[in-house]
């Protein structure tokens, strides 16, 4: 495997699905905007994870999980973010919870912050 190709494909991948995202806001569809910013995040915490390890990142969505693997210092507000956020990944495939009642204000406040957090994983890398 090479460590620095799959890097990219993470990084890459990240990043496709963080335009999708903010596109998807742009559209009113705040639900799956927030499903694939999740996506973006779990894609470039999974860069991380290669990088540190070496090898191919788990099949995991959970992004705290991810960030422990790879070694990252989180701070305590990154760190309730990324548990909190994983909401957006498995609710998004079954929407039946109150928290999932989103508009555009609360939708743009979470983008914002995950992507404070893609940027300064991307610092780190």
């Known amino acids: 495997m090479d460590v620095r190709e799959q890097i990219n494909y ?16 742009e559209k009113g569809h705040f639900r799956h905007c927030l499903f694939f910013a999740h996506l973006a995040i779990e894609k470039m915490l999974k860069a991380h994870v290669t990088r540190q390890t070496k090898d191919i990142p788990p099949r995991t969505h959970n992004l705290l999980r991810l960030a422990e693997i790879a070694g990252l210092k989180l701070n305590p507000e ?28 609360a939708a743009a406040e979470k983008l914002s912050f995950a992507q404070e957090i893609l940027e300064w994983l991307k610092s780190q890398l």
């Open 78 to 105: 990154q760190a309730r973010f990324l548990t909190r956020f994983g909401l957006y990944q498995l609710e998004a495939r079954y929407p039946d919870s109150s928290e999932m009642l989103l508009d555009e204000r």
């Open 10 to 25: 993470w990084r890459t991948s990240s990043e496709e699905d963080f335009a999708a995202a903010k596109s998807l806001l």
